[in-house]
């Protein structure tokens, strides 16, 4: 083949990855017109929005279930539509089906040339045959920044059984220049074994006074006792941790620790140590654990004593899991639920292919995902199988 032949297959790809990725983020941007005018439509069937009180309130909301819909830029995935007791049924899928090549082109033009409230205008007034007027829109444009600072302020409950804390970043345009923004978020597990997200906000997991923000806010909303912190090895969000939950027992993620292990083993030798460290963490429990501990320590202590080191320090708190509830150690060694959380944001947020335009959006966006996220609830013991073993707890 010749230069020319290369050169000519280059274009043709790269034309076809540029088509793609317009196809992706006018189908995302489909997808987030349809669901603001849902719940517009939602709202006004109900009388009231999400957890407000209002005596002009008709209906209650009833969850949401989730259908594909057939569009000109192609399938959208899991919609999702609203629910109420009293039957709500929307009207917006019919008159999508006979108006949907105009709400295609609405959505495009939105879309190049930035959303606006204007441009929502526009795609409202192609659904519904009428123009809305400028509080309509100012509504819609502002429903879910609305609901976001309405989920910040709200109540949570006084005691959870686990606690997760970890931070990751995104990337954020700052003066013309995409940073890494960095993302703190704690996930909780009540007593009754639901799972939610209490708080996320701005703050670098090497930053005390972030952590210190961030706990204390959840304190002021309500939470006056979490029996286990699960998260990494930070001393800035321990110390703000210990500060505010001193009562509380603390995890320290056994995937984490294992890594750093094993940063300090050669890559050849490996493949011997790794079962023998992982064996440490799923013991039937924690007086065998002990003993594989000792164990592994005097087979290892001579030819990696720097690894072996790593090991020891903050063991305690990798093996303060085996205290609880034997069902619950799967969930509560590692940090993975933050990690899941913050995987299944990044995956939707990259479908974007570009930097946030500020810290706000960055934080919608976040708040968006996890508000249709749908969490497994942990099956817990009877009260009496519950508590911890505090003989272990408090060894030293």
Same mark, same amino acid.
């Given at each position: 083949?010749t230069t020319?032949?290369n050169?000519i297959?280059?274009?043709?790809s790269?034309?076809?990855a540029?088509?793609r990725?317009?196809?992706?983020?006018?189908?995302?941007?489909?997808?987030?017109?349809?669901i603001?005018v849902?719940?517009?439509?939602?709202t006004?069937?109900i009388?009231a929005?999400p957890?407000?009180r209002?005596?002009s309130r008709?209906?209650?909301?009833n969850?949401?279930y989730?259908?594909?819909?057939?569009?000109?830029?192609?399938?959208i995935?899991?919609l999702?539509?609203p %629910?109420?007791?009293g039957?709500?049924?929307t009207? !917006?899928? +019919?008159?999508?089906?006979r $108006?949907?090549? @105009?709400?295609?082109?609405?959505?495009e033009?939105m879309?190049i040339k930035g959303?606006?409230?204007?441009k929502?205008?526009?795609?409202?007034?192609?659904l519904?045959?009428?123009?809305?007027?400028a509080?309509?829109?100012?509504?819609?444009?502002?429903?879910?920044e609305?609901?976001?600072?309405?989920?910040?302020?709200?109540?949570l409950?006084q005691?959870y059984?686990y606690?997760?804390v970890?931070g990751?970043?995104?990337?954020?345009?700052y003066?013309?220049?995409?940073?890494?923004?960095p993302?703190?978020?704690?996930?909780g597990?009540?007593t009754?074994?639901?799972?939610?997200?209490?708080?996320?906000?701005?703050g670098d %997991?090497e930053n005390?006074h972030a952590w210190e923000? !961030?706990f +204390?806010?959840?304190?002021? $909303?309500g939470? @006056?006792?979490?029996?286990l912190?699960?998260?990494?090895g930070?001393?800035?969000?321990?110390k703000?941790?210990?500060?505010?939950?001193a009562?509380?027992q603390?995890q320290r993620c056994v995937?984490?620790?294992?890594e750093?292990?094993?940063g300090?083993?050669p890559?050849?030798?490996?493949?011997q140590?790794?079962?023998?460290?992982?064996a440490?963490f799923s013991?039937?429990g924690?007086?065998?654990?002990?003993q594989?501990v000792a164990?592994f320590?005097?087979?290892?202590?001579k030819?990696?004593?720097t690894?072996?080191?790593c090991l020891?320090?903050?063991?305690?708190s990798?093996?303060?899991?085996y205290?609880f509830?034997r069902e619950h150690?799967?969930?509560?060694?590692?940090?993975?639920?933050s990690?899941r959380?913050?995987?299944e944001?990044?995956?939707?947020?990259h479908?974007?292919?570009a930097?946030f335009?500020?810290?706000?959006s960055?934080?919608?966006?976040f708040y968006?995902?996890?508000?249709?996220?749908t969490?497994?609830?942990l099956?817990?013991p009877p009260a009496s199988?519950?508590?911890p073993?505090l003989a272990?707890?408090?060894?030293t």
């Amino acid at each position: 083949m010749t230069t020319r032949d290369n050169s000519i297959q280059e274009i043709i790809s790269s034309q076809d990855a540029f088509e793609r990725l317009v196809k992706e983020r006018l189908q995302y941007a489909v997808r987030i017109a349809l669901i603001e005018v849902l719940e517009e439509e939602v709202t006004a069937f109900i009388g009231a929005k999400p957890y407000e009180r209002s005596q002009s309130r008709r209906d209650q909301r009833n969850g949401q279930y989730t259908r594909h819909l057939d569009t000109t830029v192609g399938e959208i995935p899991d919609l999702p539509v609203p %629910r109420t007791r009293g039957g709500y049924h929307t009207q !917006l899928f +019919e008159l999508y089906h006979r $108006r949907r090549d @105009e709400l295609d082109g609405a959505i495009e033009e939105m879309f190049i040339k930035g959303v606006s409230m204007a441009k929502v205008g526009e795609v409202i007034e192609t659904l519904t045959g009428s123009h809305p007027s400028a509080s309509t829109v100012s509504r819609v444009f502002h429903t879910l920044e609305e609901e976001y600072e309405q989920w910040k302020a709200r109540p949570l409950a006084q005691h959870y059984a686990y606690g997760f804390v970890d931070g990751t970043y995104f990337t954020v345009i700052y003066n013309g220049q995409g940073c890494k923004m960095p993302i703190l978020a704690a996930v909780g597990i009540r007593t009754s074994g639901e799972r939610e997200v209490l708080a996320f906000r701005i703050g670098d %997991r090497e930053n005390q006074h972030a952590w210190e923000d !961030l706990f +204390e806010d959840l304190k002021q $909303r309500g939470i @006056e006792q979490v029996d286990l912190w699960i998260s990494d090895g930070h001393q800035a969000m321990i110390k703000a941790m210990t500060s505010h939950f001193a009562t509380s027992q603390r995890q320290r993620c056994v995937m984490h620790k294992m890594e750093n292990v094993l940063g300090y083993v050669p890559s050849k030798q490996r493949e011997q140590v790794e079962p023998e460290l992982k064996a440490l963490f799923s013991q039937p429990g924690r007086q065998q654990a002990d003993q594989a501990v000792a164990a592994f320590i005097e087979k290892y202590q001579k030819a990696y004593p720097t690894a072996v080191e790593c090991l020891q320090r903050d063991l305690e708190s990798c093996l303060t899991f085996y205290a609880f509830p034997r069902e619950h150690w799967k969930c509560i060694r590692t940090n993975n639920v933050s990690e899941r959380l913050f995987g299944e944001v990044k995956r939707r947020s990259h479908k974007m292919a570009a930097a946030f335009r500020n810290e706000g959006s960055c934080l919608l966006l976040f708040y968006a995902v996890i508000r249709s996220l749908t969490f497994h609830k942990l099956t817990m013991p009877p009260a009496s199988q519950a508590q911890p073993d505090l003989a272990f707890l408090h060894r030293t």
